[in-house]
């Protein structure tokens, strides 16, 4: 029955997502607003919602191992496998702004992870902690990325957008899309609850380590719709959208989620998660070079990244 639930869980989660996203993304039509401001947000935060939602379940509960485990663990996964098997189908151009800014971003947020989970190191305190001083840190970090979303979007609306012929097709499409978003959020929380229960119930069964569920059963599970979101997106060559899904979600994950989550409740730090975010910082470095050739992420490149990915998850299964 527990795994019946976890799986009914994920199901949520991914339809849900999808739900989420394809009414997002009518609005943001609607509102006009360019593919990859799209992908940064609207899409990243949608296919976002999943872990987002298993974080702060996770932190209501206490379960900081897991909270924290399944944001770095979902932003590796995004990062090396999700972009790399999307590369191998399709290779991945990336825009001038997502190599100058959105990337170096992400490096920025992953490094203000490091060095505010780093008590110990920095401040000779007994244990590492991300307290709620910090979190508010993430979040004022998270909003100057919003401002700065924001102001291209004002800065690049599409002028040409064909109208709506009537008001009538307007009010549709706009009941339907905000439909869509709420159901599919719905979807979401209730399935991000399933998953969390009954992960933890499953890792306590099988004597695996909350930071183990955290970086694998559930940060796959999580990033499942980011996988599906950016398959597709490269497979009808809307690359914008897909690169912009993982840098924008990788960022919401960090700044955002793990924001929240410690004003929810302080998060105690495993001495083993810097291992992992250390992955994480390295695998965002490898992204802006392999962005910088060619301004394209390619099929080799998306290969190396996938074989990078595994052969962490073979490591981190085996450190267990």
Same mark, same amino acid.
């Given at each position: 029955?527990?795994?019946?639930? &976890?799986?009914?869980?994920?199901?949520?989660?991914?339809?849900?997502? %999808?739900?989420?996203? %394809?009414?997002?993304?009518?609005?943001?039509?609607?509102?006009? =607003? @360019?593919?990859?401001?799209?992908?940064?947000?609207? #899409?990243?935060?949608?296919?976002?919602?999943?872990?987002?939602?298993?974080?702060?379940?996770?932190?209501?509960?206490?379960?900081?191992?897991?909270?924290?485990?399944?944001?770095?663990?979902?932003?590796?996964?995004?990062?090396?496998?999700?972009?790399?098997?999307?590369?191998?189908?399709? @290779?991945?151009? #990336?825009?001038? $702004? *997502?190599?100058?800014?959105?990337? @170096?971003?992400?490096?920025? $947020?992953?490094?203000?992870?490091?060095?505010?989970?780093?008590?110990?190191?920095?401040?000779? /305190?007994?244990?590492?902690?991300?307290?709620?001083? %910090?979190?508010?840190?993430?979040?004022?970090?998270?909003?100057?990325?919003? +401002?700065?979303?924001?102001?291209?979007?004002?800065?690049?609306?599409?002028?040409?957008?064909?109208?709506? /012929?009537?008001?009538?097709?307007?009010?549709?499409?706009? *009941?339907?899309?905000?439909?869509?978003?709420?159901?599919?959020?719905?979807?979401?929380?209730?399935?991000?609850?399933?998953?969390?229960?009954?992960?933890?119930?499953?890792? +306590?069964?099988?004597?695996?380590?909350? /930071?183990? #569920?955290?970086?694998?059963?559930?940060?796959?599970?999580?990033?499942?719709?980011?996988? #599906?979101?950016?398959?597709?997106?490269?497979?009808?060559?809307?690359?914008?959208?897909?690169?912009?899904?993982?840098?924008?979600?990788?960022?919401?994950?960090? &700044?955002?989620?793990?924001?929240?989550?410690?004003?929810?409740? @302080?998060?105690?730090?495993?001495?083993?998660?810097?291992? %992992?975010?250390?992955?994480?910082?390295?695998?965002?470095?490898?992204?802006?070079?392999?962005?910088?050739?060619?301004? /394209? =992420?390619?099929?080799?490149?998306?290969?190396?990244? *996938?074989?990078?990915?595994?052969?962490?998850?073979?490591?981190?299964?085996?450190?267990?």
């Amino acid at each position: 029955m527990i795994y019946l639930l &976890l799986f009914v869980g994920f199901a949520l989660l991914i339809k849900g997502a %999808d739900y989420f996203v %394809d009414g997002s993304a009518n609005i943001a039509k609607l509102l006009r =607003v @360019p593919p990859l401001l799209v992908g940064l947000t609207i #899409v990243a935060f949608g296919t976002g919602a999943p872990e987002a939602t298993v974080s702060f379940i996770a932190a209501y509960e206490d379960s900081s191992d897991l909270t924290i485990g399944n944001v770095v663990g979902s932003n590796i996964l995004n990062i090396a496998l999700v972009v790399g098997v999307t590369a191998i189908i399709f @290779p991945l151009k #990336v825009e001038r $702004a *997502t190599i100058k800014k959105e990337i @170096p971003f992400t490096f920025l $947020a992953s490094i203000v992870l490091l060095v505010l989970m780093s008590d110990q190191y920095l401040q000779g /305190t007994s244990i590492n902690m991300i307290t709620r001083s %910090d979190g508010i840190i993430f979040l004022l970090f998270f909003s100057i990325f919003l +401002y700065y979303v924001f102001e291209a979007a004002r800065n690049s609306r599409d002028k040409d957008f064909d109208e709506m /012929t009537t008001d009538a097709s307007i009010e549709q499409s706009w *009941t339907r899309s905000l439909l869509k978003t709420v159901v599919g959020l719905g979807a979401i929380v209730f399935g991000g609850f399933l998953v969390v229960e009954n992960s933890t119930i499953i890792a +306590y069964i099988f004597g695996l380590s909350e /930071t183990l #569920v955290g970086l694998t059963i559930v940060a796959i599970g999580g990033s499942l719709p980011e996988l #599906v979101i950016s398959v597709t997106a490269a497979l009808k060559k809307q690359s914008e959208i897909a690169l912009g899904n993982i840098v924008g979600s990788s960022i919401f994950n960090i &700044l955002f989620v793990l924001g929240v989550a410690s004003m929810i409740t @302080p998060l105690l730090v495993d001495y083993k998660i810097f291992f %992992d975010a250390s992955v994480m910082l390295m695998l965002t470095v490898l992204l802006f070079i392999f962005s910088k050739t060619k301004s /394209t =992420v390619g099929k080799l490149e998306g290969l190396a990244l *996938t074989i990078v990915y595994i052969s962490y998850l073979v490591y981190i299964i085996y450190r267990n």
